[in-house]
Protein backbone atom coordinates (compact mmCIF):
# COMPACT_ATOMS: atom_id res chain seq x y z
CA UNK A 1 0.00 0.00 0.00
CA UNK A 2 1.05 3.72 -0.90
CA UNK A 3 0.06 6.85 -0.15
CA UNK A 4 0.02 9.91 -2.22
CA UNK A 5 -1.72 13.23 -1.56
CA UNK A 6 -3.93 14.38 -4.86
CA UNK A 7 -2.93 17.79 -6.19
CA UNK A 8 -6.67 18.97 -4.84
CA UNK A 9 -6.06 20.58 -1.10
CA UNK A 10 -7.70 18.04 1.72
CA UNK A 11 -7.49 15.09 -0.27
CA UNK A 12 -5.49 11.97 -0.23
CA UNK A 13 -5.17 9.10 -2.66
CA UNK A 14 -4.05 5.76 -1.25
CA UNK A 15 -2.83 3.14 -4.30
CA UNK A 16 -3.46 -0.70 -2.88
CA UNK A 17 -2.00 -3.20 -5.99
CA UNK A 18 -4.42 -6.16 -6.50
CA UNK A 19 -4.23 -9.05 -9.61
CA UNK A 20 -5.97 -7.12 -12.07
CA UNK A 21 -4.72 -3.57 -11.49
CA UNK A 22 -4.80 -1.03 -8.66
CA UNK A 23 -7.41 -0.07 -6.39
CA UNK A 24 -7.37 3.24 -5.82
CA UNK A 25 -8.94 5.08 -2.76
CA UNK A 26 -9.89 8.47 -2.43
CA UNK A 27 -9.78 9.92 1.09
CA UNK A 28 -11.07 13.23 1.70
CA UNK A 29 -10.89 14.76 5.33
CA UNK A 30 -13.81 16.10 7.60
CA UNK A 31 -13.63 19.33 8.78
CA UNK A 32 -15.89 20.86 11.85
CA UNK A 33 -18.16 21.71 9.46
CA UNK A 34 -18.42 18.93 7.06
CA UNK A 35 -18.25 14.97 7.14
CA UNK A 36 -15.27 13.49 5.02
CA UNK A 37 -16.30 10.83 2.68
CA UNK A 38 -14.33 8.01 1.13
CA UNK A 39 -14.73 6.51 -2.27
CA UNK A 40 -13.34 3.86 -4.72
CA UNK A 41 -12.12 3.55 -8.29
CA UNK A 42 -10.68 1.17 -9.60
CA UNK A 43 -8.13 1.32 -12.44
CA UNK A 44 -7.12 -1.55 -15.06
CA UNK A 45 -3.45 -1.73 -15.51
CA UNK A 46 -2.64 -1.54 -19.02
CA UNK A 47 -1.05 -4.83 -19.47
CA UNK A 48 -3.71 -6.71 -17.92
CA UNK A 49 -6.82 -4.84 -20.16
CA UNK A 50 -4.68 -5.98 -23.35
CA UNK A 51 -4.90 -9.69 -21.39
CA UNK A 52 -8.70 -9.13 -20.83
CA UNK A 53 -9.19 -8.40 -24.90
CA UNK A 54 -7.62 -10.90 -25.87
CA UNK A 55 -9.31 -13.56 -23.56
CA UNK A 56 -12.82 -11.80 -25.37
CA UNK A 57 -11.58 -11.71 -28.93
CA UNK A 58 -10.80 -15.93 -28.52
CA UNK A 59 -13.90 -16.18 -26.78
CA UNK A 60 -16.36 -14.40 -29.29
CA UNK A 61 -14.08 -16.50 -32.01
CA UNK A 62 -14.97 -19.40 -30.24
CA UNK A 63 -19.13 -18.64 -29.97
CA UNK A 64 -18.78 -18.23 -33.79
CA UNK A 65 -17.11 -21.44 -35.07
CA UNK A 66 -19.49 -23.28 -32.48
CA UNK A 67 -22.22 -21.14 -34.69
CA UNK A 68 -20.64 -22.57 -37.59
CA UNK A 69 -20.23 -26.10 -37.18
CA UNK A 70 -24.28 -26.32 -35.58
CA UNK A 71 -25.53 -24.55 -39.00
CA UNK A 72 -23.38 -27.42 -41.01
CA UNK A 73 -24.20 -30.47 -39.04
CA UNK A 74 -28.19 -28.95 -39.55
CA UNK A 75 -27.58 -28.83 -42.92
CA UNK A 76 -25.76 -31.92 -43.32
CA UNK A 77 -28.70 -33.79 -41.56
CA UNK A 78 -31.07 -32.01 -43.20
CA UNK A 79 -29.40 -33.02 -46.46
CA UNK A 80 -29.23 -36.96 -45.61
CA UNK A 81 -32.26 -37.22 -44.15
CA UNK A 82 -34.96 -34.35 -46.03
CA UNK A 83 -37.97 -33.67 -44.26
CA UNK A 84 -40.99 -35.43 -45.57
CA UNK A 85 -44.50 -34.06 -45.70
CA UNK A 86 -47.98 -33.81 -47.98
CA UNK A 87 -49.99 -31.29 -48.91
CA UNK A 88 -53.65 -32.44 -49.47
CA UNK A 89 -55.92 -30.14 -51.66
CA UNK A 90 -59.69 -30.88 -51.25
CA UNK A 91 -62.75 -29.36 -52.71
CA UNK A 92 -65.42 -28.46 -50.25
CA UNK A 93 -69.12 -28.60 -51.86
CA UNK A 94 -70.94 -26.03 -50.46
CA UNK A 95 -73.99 -26.57 -51.40
CA UNK A 96 -75.83 -29.69 -53.09
CA UNK A 97 -75.39 -30.48 -56.86
CA UNK A 98 -78.38 -29.35 -58.94
CA UNK A 99 -78.44 -31.44 -62.11
CA UNK A 100 -80.27 -29.88 -64.92
CA UNK A 101 -81.76 -32.03 -67.65
CA UNK A 102 -81.21 -31.00 -71.35
CA UNK A 103 -84.32 -31.68 -73.50
CA UNK A 104 -83.64 -33.46 -76.58
CA UNK A 105 -79.83 -33.48 -75.70
CA UNK A 106 -76.68 -31.73 -77.61
CA UNK A 107 -74.49 -32.20 -80.08
CA UNK A 108 -71.53 -30.66 -79.90
CA UNK A 109 -70.06 -29.97 -83.02
CA UNK A 110 -66.55 -27.99 -82.42
CA UNK A 111 -64.08 -26.71 -79.68
CA UNK A 112 -62.04 -23.43 -80.39
CA UNK A 113 -58.74 -22.87 -77.89
CA UNK A 114 -57.48 -19.03 -77.58
CA UNK A 115 -55.20 -18.34 -75.50
CA UNK A 116 -57.02 -14.99 -73.90
CA UNK A 117 -55.82 -11.99 -72.35
CA UNK A 118 -57.34 -9.87 -70.28
CA UNK A 119 -56.23 -6.61 -68.86
CA UNK A 120 -57.95 -3.38 -66.51
CA UNK A 121 -56.35 -0.22 -65.78
CA UNK A 122 -57.71 2.47 -62.84
CA UNK A 123 -56.11 5.99 -63.22
CA UNK A 124 -57.07 8.39 -60.35
CA UNK A 125 -56.12 12.11 -60.16
CA UNK A 126 -56.90 14.50 -57.29
CA UNK A 127 -57.45 18.69 -58.15
CA UNK A 128 -55.36 17.55 -61.21
CA UNK A 129 -52.78 16.05 -60.17
CA UNK A 130 -52.38 12.41 -61.10
CA UNK A 131 -52.05 9.54 -58.68
CA UNK A 132 -50.86 7.13 -61.17
CA UNK A 133 -52.07 4.38 -63.17
CA UNK A 134 -53.00 0.80 -61.32
CA UNK A 135 -52.60 -1.68 -64.35
CA UNK A 136 -53.32 -5.70 -64.16
CA UNK A 137 -53.33 -8.79 -66.44
CA UNK A 138 -55.04 -12.33 -66.91
CA UNK A 139 -53.95 -14.51 -69.04
CA UNK A 140 -55.22 -17.98 -69.35
CA UNK A 141 -55.87 -20.72 -72.13
CA UNK A 142 -59.62 -20.63 -72.86
CA UNK A 143 -61.94 -23.21 -74.37
CA UNK A 144 -65.04 -22.61 -76.46
CA UNK A 145 -67.27 -25.13 -77.24
CA UNK A 146 -69.73 -25.06 -79.52
CA UNK A 147 -73.06 -27.10 -79.92
CA UNK A 148 -76.53 -27.72 -81.32
CA UNK A 149 -79.33 -28.62 -79.95
CA UNK A 150 -80.96 -31.83 -80.86
CA UNK A 151 -84.49 -31.03 -79.90
CA UNK A 152 -85.94 -29.13 -82.96
CA UNK A 153 -86.86 -30.25 -86.14
CA UNK A 154 -84.28 -30.73 -88.69
CA UNK A 155 -85.53 -30.10 -92.14
CA UNK A 156 -83.74 -32.70 -93.97
CA UNK A 157 -84.39 -33.66 -97.63
CA UNK A 158 -82.80 -36.59 -99.66
CA UNK A 159 -82.63 -35.52 -103.64
CA UNK A 160 -80.73 -38.75 -105.17
CA UNK A 161 -77.35 -38.49 -104.13
CA UNK A 162 -77.56 -35.86 -102.32
CA UNK A 163 -78.72 -34.94 -98.87
CA UNK A 164 -79.60 -31.16 -98.02
CA UNK A 165 -79.77 -30.46 -94.43
CA UNK A 166 -80.81 -27.45 -92.61
CA UNK A 167 -79.29 -27.72 -89.18
CA UNK A 168 -80.08 -25.56 -85.86
CA UNK A 169 -78.06 -22.31 -85.36
CA UNK A 170 -74.88 -23.13 -83.23
CA UNK A 171 -74.73 -22.04 -79.95
CA UNK A 172 -71.82 -21.87 -77.26
CA UNK A 173 -71.72 -23.86 -74.35
CA UNK A 174 -71.68 -21.34 -71.09
CA UNK A 175 -69.72 -20.50 -68.84
CA UNK A 176 -66.48 -21.11 -71.04
CA UNK A 177 -63.93 -22.64 -69.66
CA UNK A 178 -60.04 -22.18 -69.25
CA UNK A 179 -57.26 -23.76 -67.42
CA UNK A 180 -56.40 -22.61 -64.34
CA UNK A 181 -53.19 -24.87 -64.11
CA UNK A 182 -51.93 -21.90 -66.99
CA UNK A 183 -53.43 -19.00 -65.21
CA UNK A 184 -50.84 -15.90 -64.83
CA UNK A 185 -51.49 -12.78 -63.07
CA UNK A 186 -49.80 -9.53 -62.73
CA UNK A 187 -50.62 -6.55 -61.39
CA UNK A 188 -48.94 -3.28 -60.26
CA UNK A 189 -49.60 -0.28 -58.44
CA UNK A 190 -49.64 3.47 -59.54
CA UNK A 191 -47.30 5.82 -58.06
CA UNK A 192 -49.41 7.01 -55.41
CA UNK A 193 -51.69 3.95 -55.78
CA UNK A 194 -52.41 0.91 -53.20
CA UNK A 195 -55.04 -0.98 -54.75
CA UNK A 196 -52.75 -3.63 -57.09
CA UNK A 197 -55.00 -6.57 -55.42
CA UNK A 198 -58.07 -4.97 -55.37
CA UNK A 199 -58.01 -4.05 -58.91
CA UNK A 200 -56.97 -7.78 -59.54
CA UNK A 201 -59.95 -9.12 -57.59
CA UNK A 202 -61.97 -7.13 -60.05
CA UNK A 203 -60.55 -8.04 -63.20
CA UNK A 204 -60.74 -11.74 -61.85
CA UNK A 205 -64.70 -10.99 -61.52
CA UNK A 206 -65.05 -9.99 -64.69
CA UNK A 207 -63.37 -12.75 -66.56
CA UNK A 208 -66.56 -15.08 -67.03
CA UNK A 209 -68.75 -12.17 -68.24
CA UNK A 210 -65.58 -11.27 -70.75
CA UNK A 211 -65.55 -14.92 -72.35
CA UNK A 212 -69.43 -15.18 -72.34
CA UNK A 213 -69.15 -12.12 -74.63
CA UNK A 214 -66.28 -13.30 -76.71
CA UNK A 215 -67.77 -16.89 -77.02
CA UNK A 216 -70.91 -14.66 -78.71
CA UNK A 217 -68.92 -12.83 -80.74
CA UNK A 218 -69.66 -12.94 -84.67
CA UNK A 219 -65.60 -13.74 -84.80
CA UNK A 220 -65.22 -17.10 -82.72
CA UNK A 221 -68.41 -18.50 -83.98
CA UNK A 222 -67.59 -18.02 -87.75
CA UNK A 223 -63.98 -20.14 -86.23
CA UNK A 224 -66.47 -22.75 -85.24
CA UNK A 225 -68.41 -23.28 -88.44
CA UNK A 226 -66.13 -25.01 -90.56
CA UNK A 227 -65.47 -27.97 -88.32
CA UNK A 228 -69.62 -27.60 -86.79
CA UNK A 229 -70.62 -27.95 -90.16
CA UNK A 230 -68.17 -30.90 -90.70
CA UNK A 231 -69.29 -32.42 -87.91
CA UNK A 232 -73.25 -32.66 -88.76
CA UNK A 233 -71.89 -34.17 -91.91
CA UNK A 234 -71.00 -36.89 -90.26
CA UNK A 235 -73.86 -37.46 -87.80
CA UNK A 236 -76.30 -37.12 -90.22
CA UNK A 237 -74.26 -39.15 -92.88
CA UNK A 238 -74.07 -42.16 -89.60
CA UNK A 239 -77.78 -41.61 -89.11
CA UNK A 240 -79.52 -42.34 -92.82
CA UNK A 241 -76.71 -45.24 -93.56
CA UNK A 242 -78.73 -46.72 -90.37
CA UNK A 243 -81.87 -45.81 -90.60
CA UNK A 244 -82.37 -45.15 -94.46
CA UNK A 245 -78.99 -47.41 -95.74
CA UNK A 246 -78.32 -44.02 -97.35
CA UNK A 247 -75.00 -43.03 -98.20
CA UNK A 248 -72.79 -45.95 -98.62
CA UNK A 249 -70.77 -44.36 -101.27
CA UNK A 250 -68.21 -41.66 -102.03
CA UNK A 251 -70.50 -40.18 -104.75
CA UNK A 252 -72.64 -39.23 -101.94
CA UNK A 253 -72.94 -35.71 -100.70
CA UNK A 254 -74.20 -34.43 -97.16
CA UNK A 255 -74.83 -30.56 -97.45
CA UNK A 256 -75.70 -28.53 -94.50
CA UNK A 257 -76.49 -25.02 -93.89
CA UNK A 258 -77.19 -22.73 -90.25
CA UNK A 259 -79.82 -20.49 -89.99
CA UNK A 260 -78.10 -16.82 -90.86
CA UNK A 261 -75.19 -17.93 -93.69
CA UNK A 262 -75.94 -15.88 -97.26
CA UNK A 263 -78.09 -17.58 -99.87
CA UNK A 264 -75.44 -17.37 -102.24
CA UNK A 265 -72.79 -18.96 -99.97
CA UNK A 266 -71.10 -22.38 -101.69
CA UNK A 267 -72.80 -24.16 -98.26
CA UNK A 268 -76.65 -22.23 -98.40
CA UNK A 269 -78.40 -25.31 -101.13
CA UNK A 270 -81.52 -25.20 -100.47
CA UNK A 271 -83.80 -28.17 -102.29
CA UNK A 272 -86.13 -27.30 -104.82
Known amino acids: MSACTSAKPGILVLAWPFHSGVKLYQLRYSTPQKTGSFATRTSI ?5 HSLAVQINLNLKSL ?8 LAGWAVWKLNPLSGRTDTAVIATEVPVIIRTEGGLLEVATVRAQ ?37 EWRVVIRGKTCFVQAPAIKPSLPVA ?26 ERSISTELESRARSDTYR ?10 VEEFVRKWLLKEQAWGGGPDYRVVVTFPGEPSNGPAAVSPH
Open 45 to 49: HPTTR
Open 64 to 71: ASLALAVA
Open 116 to 152: ERFSRVDAKEIWGIPLGTTVSHIQAPAYYRYQIELAP
Open 178 to 203: FDTSALQKYSQNGWARFNAQENLAAL
Open 222 to 231: LLATPPARQT
